[in-house]
């Protein structure tokens, strides 16, 4: 299977703390995305990491990618109680239309 | 980016019995992916499915339990056929933008067979 693997499975924190999840996948890349899932509802795109890149921003997010170590992490600053959700790393190939969703991460965040 | 409006979004089935779940894309796309969640794990592609041709199933899925529809290119309708108790699950159908940088999804189809 090239589904990739989150850690942690949870992950439970106060409200303005940081939370970093972590993804490993096992097959070479054009890019990486993050998503969240909102109770079993469809998932949001976040944010698009590609392959040649170390860092990326968005507001509060921040990814990095290790192609070297197939992983990457999602790094979410000054938590909120809104953030309380599933998040999901997908990866795309260079060849084929599928994205591997990793096993996910569940974040609570206490007020 | 693209709608996806998914529907059922849930519905609890007697075993024995079929439903048939429909997504429709608000713009045109070639292909519709459909995923099966079970409880607290992630997401499992079932099929892809092309306008014009047989849908591909992955390993694990066939198309007797799970026949697929895609009558043009904004619409598809996945069947889960013979419900059983193990089927209970959120299925999702999804769409890619361009040059597969991001899915839109569906809000999902929360099924319970009981």
């Known amino acids: 299977s090239q589904q990739g693997e989150e850690d942690p499975q949870a992950l439970s924190i106060q409200e303005g703390e940081n939370a970093t999840m972590n993804c490993s996948y096992k097959?070479?890349?054009?890019?990486l995305q993050w998503y969240r899932q909102n109770s079993g509802r469809g998932l949001v795109h976040l944010i698009l990491i590609r392959s040649n890149e170390r860092e990326k921003h968005s507001g509060r997010l921040r990814v990095t990618l290790d192609t070297s170590k197939k992983s990457s992490s999602l790094l979410i600053t000054a938590s909120r109680a809104a953030d309380t959700a599933s998040y999901f790393c997908?990866?795309?190939?260079?060849?084929?239309?599928?994205?591997?969703f990793g096993t996910g991460t569940s974040l609570t965040v206490i007020p | 980016s693209a709608v996806i409006s998914q529907k059922p979004s849930r519905d609890i089935c007697q075993r024995g019995t079929s439903l048939t779940i429909q997504c429709q894309v608000d713009?045109?796309?070639?292909?519709m992916f459909w995923y099966r969640q079970q409880p607290g794990q992630s997401l499992t592609l079932i099929a892809t499915?092309?306008?014009?041709?047989?849908?591909?199933?992955e390993s694990g899925f066939v198309i007797d339990k799970f026949p697929i529809s895609r009558p043009n290119l904004t619409f598809s309708t996945l069947t889960v056929s013979n419900m059983s108790p193990e089927d209970s699950s959120i299925y999702l159908c999804s769409v890619h933008g361009p040059m597969n940088t991001e899915a839109f999804f569906g809000q999902g189809t929360r099924l319970t067979v009981v």
């Open positions: 499915a092309n306008q014009g041709s047989e849908a591909t199933y």
């Open positions: 097959t070479s890349i054009n890019n």
């Open positions: 997908a990866t795309a190939t260079n060849t084929g239309n599928q994205f591997y």
């Open positions: 713009s045109q796309v070639t292909m």
